[in-house]
T-cell receptor, first 113, second 112 residues
Framework: KQEVTQIPAALSVPEGENLVLNCSFT??????LQWFRQDPGKGLTSLLL?????REQTSGRLNASLDKSSGRSTLYIAASQPGDSATYLC????????????FGDGTTLTVKP | DAGVIQSPRHEVTEMGQEVTLRCKPI?????LFWYRQTMMRGLELLIY????????DSGMPEDRFSAKMPNASFSTLKIQPSEPRDSAVYFC??????????FGQGTRLTVV
């Protein structure tokens, strides 16, 4: 059974700092990995999708990497802003039963002005 | 496209009542997912459909829960009878060919 872990559960940084969020998974037989952002009381917003054959994806100040062999993904946020404050979740989609994604519990990020 | 649309946004009901949550996926998407989110258990997959066919319902907690997808543009999640422990935020999501998943804004269900 796939297990997805996100550490730390919470992170507080000053504005302008670069930071890295971590996602680890136990079964490397994945189809893709997706990073989401969730604001309080809102739905999940897709940030980046990495296919299993890819090593990284970039969108603006965000860069996500994937190392299947070690079961790890990172989300790098450059020059953090207070508006980046949210909970960030990663979701792993398996090769088989491709609809059955497993989510981590998320990292709650606070960027202080 | 307006994205995944869920209704209602909020639902308060009494224990024992039937609750129906609705979802309209993004047009053209062939996967539809129902999730439940609670503080204790995080985000759990309840059931997913591919081309309107239920593929995996192993996450449906009890027989009180049922889901249907009568056509490619509509799905329902029904709870009958509802119980206080069903209180949660229920999300619907859709994707094309098991790629990027897009979520609705969720339905916050409170059973009193």
């Amino acid at each position: 059974k796939q297990e997805v872990t996100q550490i730390p559960a919470a992170l507080s940084v000053p504005e302008g700092e670069n930071l890295v969020l971590n996602c680890s998974f136990t079964d490397s037989a994945i189809y893709n990995l997706q990073w989401f952002r969730q604001d309080p009381g809102k739905g999940l917003t897709s940030l980046l999708l990495i296919q299993s054959s890819q090593r990284e994806q970039t969108s603006g100040r965000l860069n996500a990497s994937l190392d299947k062999s070690s079961g790890r993904s990172t989300l790098y946020i450059a020059a953090s802003q207070p508006g980046d404050s949210a909970t960030y979740l990663c979701a792993v989609r398996p090769n088989t039963n491709a609809g059955k994604s497993t989510f981590g519990d998320g990292t709650t990020l606070t960027v202080k002005p | 496209d307006a994205g995944v649309i869920q209704s209602p946004r909020h639902e308060v009901t009494e224990m024992g009542q039937e609750v129906t949550l609705r979802c309209k996926p993004i047009s053209g998407h062939d996967y539809l997912f129902w999730y439940r989110q609670t503080m204790m258990r995080g985000l759990e997959l309840l059931i997913y459909f591919n081309n309107n066919v239920p593929i995996d319902d192993s996450g449906m907690p009890e027989d009180r829960f049922s889901a249907k997808m009568p056509n490619a543009s509509f799905s329902t999640l029904k709870i009958q009878p509802s119980e206080p422990r069903d209180s949660a935020v229920y999300f619907c999501a859709s994707s094309l060919l098991a790629r990027e998943a897009f979520f609705g804004q969720g339905t916050r269900l409170t059973v009193v």
